[in-house]
């Protein structure tokens, strides 16, 4: 049997957080992986894509082509000093940054001075074939859009390749369109989730039509849990999506807007899909548990059949088990005293009479529709 | 049986997307049919039907007639250049041309400029007594309405046959009444698809009362999938409706308002309908639970019948099978070990008490209520 | 038992709507009844009701008395011509007539020009005591009240009664006050058709404590049906009430919102009712199922009492029904096979004994509570 | 066992409304109490209170203090031409005064001209412990209270004693301010009902535990029924007090307002009291089931240990008591049939062979976890 | 097994309400603590912590240090007159300190001139392990926090701490930033009593899959009861945070917003963990009910297996045992009479066709899988 797409989930993190830590604390763990730092900068005709060793370096990179549109790509939040020295060059209030390294946030998107901060979970399978579930932090700018993310590996490599190979019109929109095809990228991943998510959930009903094991049950409710899991993202997913489409012209220009349009389309898709696995895990629980008293039934019913067959044939042949003497004690023959014993035709007659009663029970239990 | 009419819903296709793809591509499966292009024209006295074999001549002819009314009908998107020219001369958005050609969406309407772009399911009886679902796009333009289907063959003739006679409003009101039109002919043929559905829904609880075999509760479950399925294709469309209810004057004369309005009512009829399925099957769930277990108590009465007459039978009848000597060790007779086998009434006697033993578990169960 | 008084609901003539009508035709069907046409002319003083032969007759009439109120009172629709004559002269548009005559509306109002149109519908009793559901369709214009139903029968004769004679305030206040108590009437029957049906509750959960059968779950399963088309009935009923309530002075008078405000606690009062009942049918099912597992438990408790009391004695007695020869085949007697059988006092000690096992068992069982 | 405190609800009274009675038309029924009229008189530093025979008495004292302000307490509504004066003098409208007599409405308020019309439900224990709930309505006035109420007894008595006694901010505080004193007093009136349906509650589940008999799960659901019905009055009362709360300065003064607010919470707090009986009701449905399960489980468990003990065991003693002759009918000793009986240690073998088999299955059952 | 951390809710307070006290009435229970007096005085670089011992003493170094903040932190409500100094001295309204006083109250917020009253629970474990639930009743003024709680321990030392260490923000924000900071330090606590509810939650699901024992559903629906009543402290404690999101500048400065919107997301986070537990609970249910099912389901297997294979082979060993007589009354063998017994290897042959009997039958069982 294949095996359920798990999401795991920062649950663990969410309930370690330290007790009265003062807000904006950047409490980074020692086996974050230290950052690498990436530059896409790139324009109608310009494209260039590099790694930085050092943050300086890219800063004056970025500072030296106030013309071009970049993305400033941060993989890895283990160097707190690098994260407090972005914090004053790009603004960023202590909170977000803090949220940005506790990266087990809802979706949301926070606006201030017509900049967004959007966070993002990237649900993609490894591959090792298992999902993965990471925070992708998105800050952006007027030239620029700003990314942070935990692990050195992502889900934006598609993106990456458009951007290089000029297609679309990622190249001539502004920065703020780069943030939307980010945003499309990640949600693209979740169909993917959700197409293996529907096999599992196809195969767990031919098994319970096959042979419904005692574990089927407990693999539905796993099945159910999964797709609540993703549903608690996908809904604020949504919720994100609409309230940028309600943002005002100098947050998000007009003419974007139907771009994130056509993702809210998706993320209802998603949604819908959702509910439909819901729905069926829900089918699966009622078929399963109406499965069980089914075989209960059948087993009371092979029990009824053969006890009440054989009960009443075994009292018949205990009856002539009896001992009651013929002997009169006065001398003599007791003739009251189970005659039928002593007809010559006594037992075949009762034989016949036995095969009698069980051709009346199997015809009874025909009627009945018990045997079929 | 009957057998349940099934809406295929595109899940496969939703799931198959492309991660990564730029938006507004238009991604035309291989196996997508060539265009056919038609122009319906007509105004108060004048009506004309025309096939055209390519765009040139169809694009002529439209503008060729300004000061009439034109549906353009698109069926088959198998030619991408086509779709792109068409996406130039009407000034469709990328976007909602990648949603024509991905012809799984949601209903839903988008308006710009005063424009209205309308996505409908069109759930229709193949004459194969399967049911279909197409999507039907729809573009409103001042004089014209512009509509997209992927199959050759659609619902709308009986809207075709009205524009021809001249029946009703439709030649004397504008465009938009033409789109109002075409809506109202897809959403009448939800009607018989419930009826349908009604129809299998009392088989199903005829056959529950009958004879309530194992498959019935999965057969249940069915009808349930298949209505939650159209619930979620009503419900956008109700929403849809009602958006457009609440246009502007420019966008939506005031005058067509009560026509829609109609619509909605009609919308809001099928909701009802569809939650009235909805409450049938999940009665005919309990039902079916109930039937179980009611014959599950039949079986164990049956069985407790029997045993519980036949057990202390035997066991009688055990008693007098038992070797008890009568001879006395000691010579003589012992009086005390199972005098009554050398009664001479002792047989006799023994039937007798069983009779009255049987008699009185039967009035026993009688009482009970058992034996009806 | 009491029979369910049913809501018979126009599903069937919903589903057969044809489809692809041109929108406000009047598809009348064969069987409908040819109008009769009555006029009801008040004011404070003057009271006259009068039946006429002719529309042009009624029209006279009608048009002869500005200055009073008139009833104008349709009943029967069973002619085209003449209903088409009415949209001209009193400006009715065409949906508006169509909604008249498809007569399974939903309750609603629709407002255009402070002029209403309010669809009701009347829920009475028939002389054979059976639940009729018709529609009451109502014009509001500034001296009249127009209304069609198609049935020459109606629920509204205790408002006929009280125009006549004068009674309350509907003599002297504007014809909206007509209307209003046309509503109110209608409203009130809905009262004693609830009584019904918790009258028939009530019967149905005594039996449920006396002699719960199987066709009880399929009852009270229809109970609930019941309650749900009426529920499906009242809601739009408050909404309708509820908007006529948000109306402008224009259509709606201020003095006369406070009737309506009553008529809205009263659409409340008979939510209420309904949601009251919903949780009677649930908690019935509820008791129902209970009642028959206590019931699988009592068949168990007997089968297993006699089982476990029988079981072990006819061990017993099968035991010493065993051959086992005393007779040495070397010769003399066998001490260890079956010495029992040999004591004087062997049939007695046993039996004994076995009366002992009994009462045993019985008090385990009595300690059980199994006994009750 | 405690008695449920079960709300008296009028359903009787609503569904017994004469149908197409007039609005505004006062139905008092025949064993309506007479009015007493009783007229409470305050303000700083004075206090009078007084019972009047007649009408005419009062209203005199009434308008002989403009200056102080007025609590008219009116108890008993059995005098049709009494109430209508009333009307008159205090402006009230018919249908509100309707409401009056037919005293089974909904808590509500209603405001016209800055007065407030106040219907509360008074749920209160009598003498008899039993639960009342009658209805206090109240109207508003510059410098009165007026209120009414069917029964001589009533449960403001604590506010009474706390006008006499000058406590609190009652004689100096608007007219207003008596009406919320009144409201809060009769609110907290809730709390000793809830408490009482709590402890009910709690004894139910002791007897879960103690002894599930057959009456329980009816006890339960009864439990729920009042639990429901409390929670139909509570909720508008919330509602009442919300709509209180938002009321213009001129109807309620901002000064007022916090009371109200305060009040709020109490409903709010009574809100969340009858969601946990609620929730605590279904969990007891739940337990109950599980106890009727689990017994069920144990008297299958009784009867399978017996029967697979002594099943087999009664096949063996009945092997042995089959007759298979040892003589040879060609004369001689038959040595295959049933050498075993002729043993001289076969008896006590086989006894030995039985042990072995009964202490195997009561390991088995004891692996099983079957014999805790 | 671990003990379910038990959040004690004040019901018991609620429903002991003094029934028509007047509003604002300080009801100090007797075993209430004398309270303790401290004050934080802080600016920049000044910080000073003191307890006093009388309230004269704390005011008068209140009010000599108009420049700094203060954070006024009364302990304990022992002592009435001085609460009536304090409703003074800082206008706090009667019904206000009433809430302080009736430490039960649900989370809430309340502005009046700029100036919050906001009610928190701290949820946090005592010493002894056990969840202790207090009231923290919080009034801000220009430059001060005043806060009552009933115990003279609470969970915000890590506060108090902070602001010694001058870490953070807090020495430098204004005084609202304190309270932000106190109802962020209470949120904080709900994070531990989560983990543990969760780590129970996991403990339970281990054991229901070890020994599924009787008091495991009694157990489960206790969390639940738990996971409801935190649920109910949430939920309004969100709503707070969100009225507070939405003050005016006046009240809450818009500088702090986003710290407010932060703690707004961890109350998200909250919800989100215990509609997790909540589903999780629900889960468990249904697998404790399957368990059980499934556990007769075996136990009815042993049965039948048993029954059915012993049932006939007694029946036969039965009719062997039967004593028709071979000898022919008439003189000579009666050859029909159970010629069986008769010949030489008729014992043999029948325990042959015995063996056959069972490897029929549990090949039978092998094949239906009952035996696994």
Same mark, same amino acid.
């Given at each position: 049997?294949?095996?359920?797409?798990?999401?795991?989930?920062?649950?663990?993190? /969410?309930?370690?957080?330290?007790?009265?830590?003062?807000?904006?604390?950047?409490?980074?763990? *020692?086996?974050?992986?230290?950052?690498?730092?990436? @530059?896409?900068?790139?324009?109608?005709?310009?494209?260039?894509?590099?790694?930085? *060793?050092?943050?300086?370096?890219?800063?004056? *990179?970025?500072?030296?082509?106030?013309? %071009?549109?970049?993305?400033?790509?941060?993989?890895?939040?283990?160097?707190?000093?690098?994260?407090?020295?972005?914090?004053?060059?790009?603004?960023?209030?202590?909170?977000?940054?803090?949220?940005?390294?506790?990266?087990?946030?809802?979706?949301?998107?926070? +606006?201030?001075?017509?900049?967004?901060? !959007?966070?993002?979970?990237?649900?993609?399978?490894?591959?090792?074939?298992?999902?993965?579930?990471?925070?992708?932090?998105?800050?952006?700018?007027?030239?620029?859009?700003?990314?942070?993310?935990?692990?050195?590996?992502?889900?934006?490599?598609?993106?990456?390749?458009?951007?290089?190979?000029?297609?679309?019109?990622?190249?001539?929109?502004?920065?703020?369109?780069? %943030?939307?095809? =980010?945003?499309?990228?990640?949600?693209?991943?979740?169909?993917?989730?959700?197409?293996?998510?529907?096999?599992? %959930?196809?195969?767990?009903?031919?098994?319970?039509?096959?042979?419904?094991?005692?574990?089927? @049950?407990?693999?539905?409710?796993?099945?159910?849990? +999964?797709?609540?899991? !993703?549903?608690?993202? !996908?809904?604020? +997913?949504?919720?994100?999506?609409?309230?940028?489409?309600?943002?005002?012209?100098? $947050?998000?220009?007009?003419?974007?807007?139907?771009?994130?349009?056509?993702?809210?389309?998706?993320?209802?898709?998603?949604?819908?899909?959702?509910?439909?696995?819901?729905?069926?895990?829900?089918?699966?629980?009622?078929?399963?548990?109406?499965?069980?008293?089914?075989?209960?039934?059948?087993?009371?019913?092979? @029990?009824?059949?053969? $006890?009440?067959?054989?009960?009443?044939?075994?009292?018949?042949?205990?009856?002539?088990? =009896?001992?009651?003497?013929?002997?009169?004690? &006065?001398?003599? /023959?007791?003739? @009251?005293?189970?005659?039928?014993?002593?007809?010559?035709?006594?037992?075949?007659?009762?034989?016949?009479?036995? %095969?009698?009663?069980?051709?009346?029970?199997?015809?009874?239990?025909?009627? &009945?529709?018990?045997?079929?």
């Amino acid at each position: 049997m294949r095996i359920l797409p798990t999401v795991k989930q920062p649950t663990k993190k /969410i309930l370690d957080r330290k007790v009265g830590q003062k807000p904006g604390h950047l409490s980074v763990s *020692a086996d974050a992986l230290p950052p690498r730092l990436f @530059l896409v900068s790139f324009d109608d005709e310009y494209y260039e894509t590099r790694e930085f *060793a050092t943050y300086d370096e890219l800063l004056q *990179a970025f500072m030296g082509a106030p013309e %071009a549109r970049h993305w400033i790509d941060v993989r890895g939040y283990g160097n707190v000093s690098l994260l407090e020295c972005m914090m004053k060059d790009f603004h960023i209030h202590p909170l977000q940054m803090e949220d940005v390294v506790n990266d087990y946030q809802r979706p949301k998107v926070e +606006e201030e001075h017509n900049r967004l901060f !959007i966070v993002s979970r990237m649900i993609a399978f490894t591959p090792q074939h298992e999902l993965d579930d990471d925070q992708l932090s998105l800050f952006t700018g007027p030239n620029y859009v700003l990314t942070f993310q935990s692990d050195y590996e992502d889900c934006l490599d598609p993106l990456r390749e458009r951007i290089k190979s000029g297609k679309g019109a990622i190249r001539k929109k502004p920065s703020m369109y780069l %943030a939307y095809a =980010m945003l499309d990228v990640v949600l693209d991943h979740y169909f993917p989730a959700m197409a293996q998510l529907g096999e599992y %959930a196809e195969e767990l009903e031919d098994c319970l039509f096959e042979s419904p094991s005692k574990q089927l @049950l407990s693999k539905i409710l796993d099945l159910k849990r +999964e797709v609540v899991k !993703i549903r608690r993202i !996908i809904w604020p +997913e949504r919720d994100k999506i609409n309230e940028i489409l309600r943002m005002e012209e100098n $947050s998000v220009p007009h003419e974007l807007k139907i771009y994130f349009k056509d993702m809210y389309d998706h993320a209802i898709q998603l949604i819908d899909l959702i509910d439909n696995y819901k729905e069926t895990t829900s089918s699966l629980t009622d078929l399963y548990l109406s499965n069980v008293s089914n075989r209960m039934n059948e087993v009371m019913k092979v @029990l009824t059949i053969i $006890s009440t067959i054989f009960i009443p044939l075994s009292f018949i042949v205990g009856l002539y088990g =009896m001992n009651f003497s013929r002997e009169n004690p &006065k001398g003599g /023959i007791n003739p @009251l005293n189970m005659p039928e014993l002593y007809q010559p035709y006594g037992y075949v007659t009762l034989l016949g009479f036995m %095969a009698l009663v069980v051709s009346g029970m199997v015809y009874y239990f025909y009627r &009945k529709g018990w045997l079929s």
